[in-house]
């Protein structure tokens, strides 16, 4: 039987390297091998966190490379309109390169390509030198068959070919979705219009690649989006896809943190009582200005209650001289998954990430929802008002949410008990896919077959 050689391209964001390195240590424990193509600069990150260098490299399974993305060291990665520019105009050659070099280095060659929806081009690239290759979505279903029906959004008059959308109200992808609002339109919430534009060119190109991808694969599950998952040809659910700590065992370790965890959380989650303390994280980009910052603060200490709060290194703002925070723990950066499992989490105030969300619902926890970018506001809506495992905090008449309505939700949401059974209810259906047997276990097995062909 042909061991499977699979070339792993993440695009090189946190949110995206992350669900990429759990399918590639899923695919090592099914005997596959992996290169793990990284940029320099995340390469450098990983590294960087706490022990991991070590551990790379003595992973025998998951073999890391790294290319330039063509900016400079100390250009602003977070323009996201500059780095996909510049990714496109480096990378592809690049890409080929390393390809190259492993077919003569190692005489093994790479068996299939997997390649982030916006890094399509690498399917391309895969083309060009005979490798089949598999589209991975690292956002929900939804999103991706949003990206699918591009040409179809344009030509229903609902967006402009610069992907400006060009109607109000709310549309269907398909006849079975439900309906969404143009507004969480995920390209035209970066909040610059030259950025929105240099996204949507980008995905474009590379969703005119997802023709060359035998499969498309996503992080989630039948149960949670059946409508968009049938909007789509070849389009698989393979999650819950999640992080494992054990570090003991380097094929069931996973890797690709970009800050050093804190695992100091843990040791004090250990001595709050159980469902007592509200996580607060919005993810790898996030970023507030100082008066929201000072509104969550001082909501914090509003609500009275205990907390563990994500504040990134990266965080420019300066903590409000009244905050006490007396009731809480602020780490840089934590375990996310082990937190979230942990007992005495009683909620997880979220910006809506794919990858927050997926872990949220694995770990049966309610959402306080308060969506920063991008496909975050569609996230919102589907926890809200579809699955009904949280609630949304509203912005007030100056575009800030209050330390009130920080207070007021939180409240709300602790005391709902629907919200709370529905939540632990929504836990088993999702944690049931990845049992042998379930749903996304037959699709890996699936893949594996094909990819052994
Ligand atoms: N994460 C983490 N520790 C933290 C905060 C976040 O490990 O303190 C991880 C989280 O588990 C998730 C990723 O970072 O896998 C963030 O991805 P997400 O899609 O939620 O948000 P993004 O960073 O893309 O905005």
């Known amino acids: 039987m042909n061991i499977p050689n699979l070339l792993v391209v993440p695009f090189p964001v946190q949110g995206h390297v992350n669900p990429l390195m759990n399918f590639s240590q899923k695919m090592v424990e099914h005997g596959c091998k992996i290169t793990f193509v990284n940029t320099d600069f995340s390469q450098k990150r990983m590294m960087s966190s706490e022990g991991k260098q070590e551990s790379l490299e003595e992973s025998p399974t998951i073999k890391l490379v790294s290319i330039p993305d063509g900016l400079e060291a100390d250009d602003d990665r977070s323009d996201l ?263 005495s989490i009683a909620c997880f105030l979220s910006h809506c990430g794919w990858n927050s969300i997926i872990e949220g619902f694995s770990s049966g926890v309610p959402f306080l929802c308060w969506p920063y970018f991008t496909d975050q506001f569609q996230n919102r809506n589907y926890i809200c008002d579809e699955l009904k495992v949280g609630l949304g905090l509203n912005s007030d008449e100056n575009g800030l949410v209050s330390r009130w309505e920080i207070k007021k939700k939180l409240d709300r949401l602790i005391s709902d008990e629907q919200i709370r059974t529905k939540s632990l209810e929504l836990k088993e259906t999702v944690m049931s896919n990845i049992a042998e047997g379930g749903g996304s276990s037959e699709n890996v097995s699936r893949l594996l077959s094909w990819l052994k062909s």
């Open 81 to 343: 309109g500059k780095l996909c520019d510049s990714v496109l105009s480096t990378m592809p050659s690049m890409l080929e390169k390393v390809i190259e070099e492993i077919h003569v280095n190692s005489g093994e060659r790479i068996t299939c390509i997997v390649a982030d929806v916006i890094m399509g081009w690498a399917l391309e690239v895969g083309r060009k030198l005979g490798i089949k290759g598999i589209l991975f979505c690292t956002a929900s279903a939804a999103t991706f068959a949003l990206e699918y029906k591009i040409p179809k959004l344009i030509q229903d008059g609902i967006i402009d070919s610069h992907g400006c959308p060009i109607t109000k109200g709310t549309f269907q992808i398909s006849p079975s979705m439900p309906s969404m609002d143009v507004k969480a339109i995920w390209w035209s919430n970066v909040y610059n219009p030259t950025t929105e534009r240099k996204i949507f060119k980008y995905l474009v190109h590379c969703m005119q690649n997802s023709n060359l991808a035998k499969w498309c694969i996503c992080n989630t599950t039948y149960e949670l989006e059946p409508s968009a998952l049938s909007c789509v040809p070849k389009l698989l659910p393979v999650g819950p896809l999640l992080r494992s700590y054990d570090k003991t065992n380097v094929t069931a370790r996973s890797l690709g943190q970009f800050w050093e965890e804190d695992h100091s959380c843990i040791d004090w989650l250990n001595q709050q009582p159980r469902c007592s303390v509200l996580y607060i994280a919005f993810g790898s980009f996030t970023l507030f200005d100082q008066n929201q910052f000072n509104e969550l603060a001082l909501g914090l200490d509003l609500t009275n209650r205990s907390f563990l709060w994500v504040v990134r290194q990266d965080n420019k703002m300066a903590f409000p001289s009244e905050f006490l925070g007396s009731k809480g723990k602020i780490v840089g950066w934590t375990p996310q998954l082990k937190v979230l499992n942990h007992p």
